[in-house]
């Protein structure tokens, strides 16, 4: 069984600060995905990184996935408000690309 | 445009009782995923469908759920009888081939 550690669990930060939040896996994966989660909602994608030490950046978010691809981080650049939510990191392997697996997810919350 | 369609949005039942979650998916999209999540164990993909053919159900939790998909616009998971324990948000979610699910809002069911 594949399995994702994605860490902190929780992060309470103030508004302009930066965070890492990690992903590691044992095991590895055809590609990761970034999702993020408002209450009351499905996850939404924010990217998906395929290629080993592969680097994408999106606003203020900067996504990388490992040399090994068995582990990724999302950096957040001067977070703010807008950006709390509950993010989640899934790997997809085998024959569909919507079989993943994810990791616990980490509740952000920025505070003004 | 319309996106994965749930219903209901949230179920209240009591111990015992059937319960029946339906899912719509995006026009043409011929993968269908039904997924858990809880606190505890985070998402979790029960089982998915391609052209309305159930493919891999090994993460359904026991006999007593079952999932249908009589045809490419609708999909029914049903748990009989409901226990406590299944209380959760089960989201579906459907894609094009093998691309990357969208996400339905979910329905939060809870079993008294």
């Known amino acids: 069984t594949q399995l994702l550690e994605q860490s902190p669990q929780f992060l309470s930060i103030q508004e302009g600060e930066n965070l890492t939040v990690y992903c590691n896996s044992s095991s590895v994966f055809s590609s990761l995905q970034w999702y993020r989660q408002e209450p009351g909602e499905g996850p939404v994608l924010l990217v998906t990184v395929v290629t080993g030490g592969e680097v994408k950046k999106l606003k203020r978010l900067t996504f990388q996935f490992g040399d090994a691809r068995k582990d990724s981080s999302l950096h957040i650049t001067a977070a703010q408000p807008g950006d709390t939510g509950l993010y989640l990191c899934?790997?997809?392997?085998?024959?569909?690309?919507?079989?993943?697996?994810f990791g616990q997810g980490t509740i952000l919350t920025v505070h003004p | 445009d319309a996106g994965v369609i749930q219903s209901p949005r949230h179920e209240v039942t009591e111990m015992g009782q059937e319960v029946t979650l339906r899912c719509k998916p995006i026009s043409g999209h011929d993968y269908l995923f039904w997924y858990r999540q809880t606190m505890m164990r985070g998402l979790e993909l029960l089982i998915y469908?391609?052209?309305?053919?159930?493919?891999?159900d090994s993460g359904m939790p026991e006999d007593r759920f079952s999932a249908k998909m009589p045809n490419a616009s609708f999909s029914t998971l049903k748990i009989q009888p409901s226990e406590p324990r299944d209380s959760a948000v089960y989201f579906c979610a459907s894609s094009l081939s093998r691309a990357l699910p969208f996400f339905g809002p979910g329905t939060r069911l809870t079993v008294l």
């Open positions: 469908f391609n052209n309305n053919v159930p493919i891999d």
């Open positions: 899934a790997g997809a392997g085998g024959t569909s690309y919507g079989k993943l697996t």
